[in-house]
């Protein structure tokens, strides 16, 4: 299998960074996969337009929930997701509700959660028992910022606690369009 080599190599790279490097290694991207790999994991942007959300609850630290309709399909919850990454790189959260200062004052990350209604949504911050029971019930996530690299970001659709979907490469440069 062509992923098993690529996820070999991914973790030399991993553990020869660990263990004897002195420079930090550049990080894999789409261009850096061995020839014929392919990458199953990654979604095209969808077509369907974003459904409404709103600010469910927000830390000091820059983490925050959002909610939308209960019956938003995985494609809408991509197209969120989208539509954040697209407002994170043209700095125009105020437009979507989100205190654009902020994700400007992030350090060195902020998150973003989705969740599909509200019944879930306060398990990140919940006292005593959680609404949903113990695991991660967000649809999606977005995370903007880290490390270096002020501009990183990723984005994901999130099928239960064990399965994701990635949907761009985190490495690679983005311009969102205008």
């Known amino acids: ?14 553990l020869a960074s ?14 850096t996969l061995p020839k014929g790999a392919t990458v199953s994991n990654m979604t ?13 609850h927000q830390t000091p630290e820059g ?3 959002l909610v939308t309709t209960p019956t938003a399909t995985d494609d809408q919850i991509e197209a969120i997701v989208w539509q954040l990454r697209d407002a994170a790189h043209t ?12 994700v400007d ?7 973003f959660h989705i969740y599909r209604g509200p019944r879930c949504a306060p398990e990140k911050y919940a006292d005593g028992k959680l609404p949903c029971g113990g695991s991660y019930h967000a649809s ?10 002020h501009q ?13 979907t990635e949907l761009w490469n985190p490495n690679a440069p983005y311009v969102a369009p205008r």
């Open 152 to 164: 990183w970001d990723d984005g994901v659709l999130l099928h239960d606690e064990d399965h994701l």
């Open 44 to 56: 095209i942007r969808p077509t369907v337009p974003p459904p409404p959300f709103k600010l469910f």
């Open 63 to 65: 983490s925050f929930t």
């Open 91 to 102: 700095h125009t959260f105020d437009k979507l509700g989100i205190p654009q200062k902020v």
């Open 1 to 14: 299998m062509r992923l098993t080599n690529l996820h070999s190599r991914l973790l030399l790279l991993a």
């Open 105 to 111: 004052a992030r350090d060195p990350m902020v998150w």
């Open 18 to 31: 660990t263990f004897g490097c002195n420079s930090a290694p550049k990080q894999p991207t789409l261009s």
């Open 140 to 149: 999606g996530d977005y995370t903007f910022g880290g490390g270096p690299n």
